[in-house]
C-alpha cells in the first residue's frame, strides 16, 4: 500500500473528513471539488475498502474509514516531525562559553541571551562571571569562545572588537553629593571609595579620573556585587563609580 499512497490522497482524506462536505474540502484545500473527489477515490482503490458514506446532506466515515482516520492523523504528525527534524539541522547547535563582568551582564546582557535563546534553542550560552584579567586569561588559554571587556587590551595575541561606549558616572548617597557640589571634589579625600577590586578595570579607571581630580583614595572598600555597591552607596556611607545604566533606575 505504502507504495501507493501520496500525502495529498492522505490530506484530501482529512480535509473531507473534518469539513463534512466535498466542497468546502476543496476550497480548504485550494482544489477543485473533482480533485478531492478522485483522491478519496485513489485511496479507497489503494486500501481495497469504501472509506466514506456519501449522503445527499454530508457524509459519514465507515468502519474502514474510521480506522484509516487513526493512522492518516499519525502520517500528517510524522510528516511533521520530519520537516521539524530536517529544520533543526540548518539550525546551529553546540556551546558558547562567554566571560563578561558582572555589571555588564546584569545591565546590558540580559535581553541579548533572551533573544538569542529563543532565536537558537539548540544553542547553549554558558555564561561567566569574571574580572578584567581573567577574561582575558580566558580567552588566551582557548577556555572560551570569547570574552566582554570594558576597554582595547591593545594585544596582539587578541582580537577586539568593540560593540558600544559606556558612559561612568559618580554614585553617592544625596548627602555626600551635595558635599561634592558645594566643596568641590576634594572633600572625596576623606570619604570610602567602593568597587568591585583593584582586579576591576572600573575600580583602576575610577582611580585614574579621581586622582586627576586631585583627590587621593585613603579608604576603599571592595564588594563583590554591583548590587551590593549601590546598596551601600545609597545608605551613605561612601562613593563609587559605576556605569551609568546600573543606576538608571535610581536616577528616574
Not at 44 to 62: A, D, M, N, V, W
Request: a negative charge; glycine letters at 6%.
Amino acid at each position: 500500500m505504502i507504495d501507493s499512497l501520496e500525502g495529498r490522497f492522505i490530506l484530501a482524506f482529512i480535509a473531507l473528513l473534518e469539513e463534512k462536505s466535498f466542497s468546502r474540502a476543496a476550497d480548504r484545500l485550494g482544489y477543485v471539488q473533482s480533485t478531492v473527489t478522485t483522491h478519496i477515490q485513489q485511496l479507497e482503490k489503494i486500501s481495497g475498502q469504501k472509506l466514506f458514506h456519501r449522503y445527499p446532506r454530508g457524509i459519514e466515515l465507515t468502519e474502514a474509514g474510521k480506522v484509516f482516520s487513526k493512522y492518516a492523523y499519525q502520517y500528517v504528525h510524522l510528516s511533521q516531525s520530519l520537516k521539524e527534524s530536517m529544520n533543526e539541522l540548518d539550525q546551529p547547535c553546540g556551546t558558547i562559553r562567554i566571560r563578561t563582568q558582572e555589571s555588564f551582564f546584569l545591565t546590558r546582557m540580559l535581553p541579548f541571551v533572551q533573544e538569542y535563546t529563543r532565536n537558537y534553542p539548540s544553542v547553549n550560552l554558558r555564561i561567566e562571571q569574571g574580572a578584567y584579567q581573567d577574561i582575558l586569561k580566558g580567552v588566551l588559554d582557548y577556555e572560551l569562545d570569547f570574552g566582554i571587556v570594558p576597554q582595547n587590551p591593545n594585544r596582539q595575541d587578541i582580537l577586539f572588537y568593540p560593540i558600544m561606549e559606556e558612559t561612568i558616572v559618580f554614585a553617592a548617597s544625596e548627602d555626600i553629593a551635595r558635599k561634592v557640589e558645594n566643596a568641590g571634589v576634594q572633600i572625596l579625600n576623606d570619604e570610602l571609595f567602593i568597587s568591585s577590586g583593584t582586579s576591576c578595570l572600573y575600580h583602576t579607571t575610577a582611580v585614574d579620573v579621581l586622582k586627576d581630580a586631585g583627590v587621593m583614595i585613603k579608604d576603599a572598600l571592595e564588594l563583590s556585587s554591583l548590587e551590593m555597591i549601590k546598596q551601600y552607596v545609597s545608605c551613605g556611607k561612601g562613593f563609587a563609580l559605576v556605569p551609568e545604566i546600573a543606576i538608571n533606575n535610581e536616577l528616574k
